[in-house]
């Protein structure tokens, strides 16, 4: 049974991916979104994305929760109003959310020690992405690219063999 799932990383700049696996197909995306203007962007972009991923019947949603980290002194709260209209939204449709933090998103792979800074990391991540068909590239496509990662991290997480066998193979042991 093919399952979809939507993605939703909020913000000023807000992301979201679509995407669908089985119980025998890994990931794959079908779709991603930039949509700018935080709650109000959101809101509109929806009128115009929603009946593109509805008729599939999505399955889950995962959602970027805002989480102040001790080193935000001018973080933008403006994903939080988002997170609120994408439960309501959510809970209206009878569809589960599953909450991931920012750092969640180091469960993807792990960070090389040169990975030491917010922009390195990103770039490891995105090089993932990349590397799977999964990245669209420029600064524009961050929080999509975000989005697309939650979903991986869902599945991950689950131990979604299909797609932990895609993504994540295990390397042939070399005799000795």
Same mark, same amino acid.
């Given at each position: /049974? #093919?399952?979809?799932?939507?993605s939703f990383?909020?913000?000023k +700049?807000?992301g979201v991916?679509?995407?669908? &696996?089985s119980?025998? +197909? ?9 949509v700018?203007?935080?709650l @109000?962007?959101l809101?509109a !972009?929806?009128? +115009?994305?929603e $009946?593109? &991923?509805?008729h599939h !019947?999505?399955d889950?949603?995962v959602? +970027?929760?805002f /989480?102040?980290m001790?080193?935000d002194f001018? *973080?933008?709260i ?7 209209a994408?439960a309501?939204w959510a809970r209206?449709r !009878?569809? $589960?959310?599953?909450?991931?933090? %920012?750092t969640?998103k180091?469960?993807?792979? $792990?960070? $090389?020690?040169e990975?030491?800074?917010v922009?390195?990391?990103?770039r ?8 799977h !068909?999964?990245?669209?590239?420029g600064?524009r496509n961050d929080?999509?690219?975000? *989005?697309t #990662?939650h979903?991986?991290i869902?599945?991950?997480?689950r131990k979604?063999r299909p797609t932990? @066998?895609?993504?994540?193979p %295990?390397? @042939? @042991?070399? *005799?000795a």
């Amino acid at each position: /049974m #093919t399952r979809y799932i939507l993605s939703f990383d909020p913000g000023k +700049e807000s992301g979201v991916a679509l995407g669908y &696996y089985s119980d025998t +197909e890994p990931f794959r995306l079908l779709e991603r979104w930039q949509v700018s203007g935080g709650l @109000e962007g959101l809101l509109a !972009g929806r009128d +115009e994305f929603e $009946p593109r &991923y509805l008729h599939h !019947g999505v399955d889950q949603i995962v959602v +970027e929760k805002f /989480m102040a980290m001790r080193n935000d002194f001018v *973080a933008s709260i403006e994903g939080v109003p988002a997170e609120g209209a994408i439960a309501l939204w959510a809970r209206q449709r !009878g569809i $589960p959310v599953t909450w991931q933090t %920012r750092t969640d998103k180091a469960r993807l792979i $792990p960070y $090389p020690k040169e990975a030491n800074t917010v922009a390195r990391r990103q770039r490891v991540r995105f090089n993932f992405l990349k590397a799977h !068909g999964l990245y669209a590239p420029g600064t524009r496509n961050d929080d999509s690219n975000d *989005a697309t #990662t939650h979903i991986l991290i869902w599945l991950k997480v689950r131990k979604h063999r299909p797609t932990l @066998e895609h993504y994540w193979p %295990r390397r @042939e @042991e070399t *005799a000795a």
